[in-house]
């Protein structure tokens, strides 16, 4: 089933969303969401490309701990934010009864935010000074990609309605210089798997 004249479709998902593989599965447990808002052009020929923009956040509980020969961290809670910036290319096709499925893939600029309450104490000569608390936080722009499935029910042919899954390839480097989760990672980028909701119209 095809269209007969190219069409833009404005969308919008809500999504529980996680962290694939430890230590940032541990520390978020699941525990987070993701909305986001895209604007496709969809073609007769169900070729699509979009754009848009996305915001996810976590609350953590760290598990770990920090200690060098002069500093003791102890998190003792943290929260992540992602801003996403995407542009993606993919299919909407359309089935005999009025049902669709889309996909897209591409390119997606991401604000990362990781910030964590710590507690903390000094040594000096061995002995513990007076414990304190501070705010670390690290933030950083990085180019990684995304994709997203959906699969669609319209209602009046012009409002689909229907569930997305998606995930997200962040690339990372650990400068091991704070005491949070992301700058210790073991590895050159982190992944996130979303679930959830989406709605929209075309017009």
């Known amino acids: 089933m095809k269209r007969e004249q190219p069409a833009v479709w404005l969308r919008g998902d809500v999504s529980w969303y996680t962290f694939l593989g430890q230590p940032l599965w541990g520390e978020y447990d699941g525990r987070g969401y993701q909305i986001r808002g895209m604007v ?6 169900s070729f699509q490309v979009g754009a848009g923009v996305g915001y996810a956040r976590g609350h953590g509980n760290p598990t770990v701990v920090y200690e060098t020969s002069s500093l003791f961290d102890e998190p003792l809670d943290s929260d992540l934010y992602i801003l996403s910036l995407e542009l993606q290319a993919g299919q909407h096709i359309l089935m005999d009864d009025g049902d669709s499925f889309a996909w897209g893939i591409g390119p997606t600029l991401f604000k ?3 910030s964590a309450e710590i507690a903390y104490t000094e040594y000096e000569d061995g ?3 007076r414990p304190g608390i501070r705010t670390d936080t690290l933030t950083r722009w990085v ?3 995304e994709g997203r499935v ?3 029910h319209s209602l009046s042919g012009k ?3 229907g569930v997305v899954t998606g995930f997200s390839i962040i690339p990372w480097d650990s400068k091991q210089e704070a005491s949070l989760t992301l700058d210790w990672l073991d590895r050159s980028y982190f992944a996130t798997y979303q679930l959830g909701l989406t709605w929209g119209a075309f017009f």
Do not use: N, R
């Open 112 to 114: 990362v935010k990781e």
């Open 40 to 45: 496709h052009m969809v073609t007769p020929s």
């Open 159 to 161: 409002y689909p309605i």
């Open 127 to 129: 002995q513990p000074g």
């Open 150 to 152: 959906a699969l669609l």
């Open 143 to 145: 180019l990684g990609f």
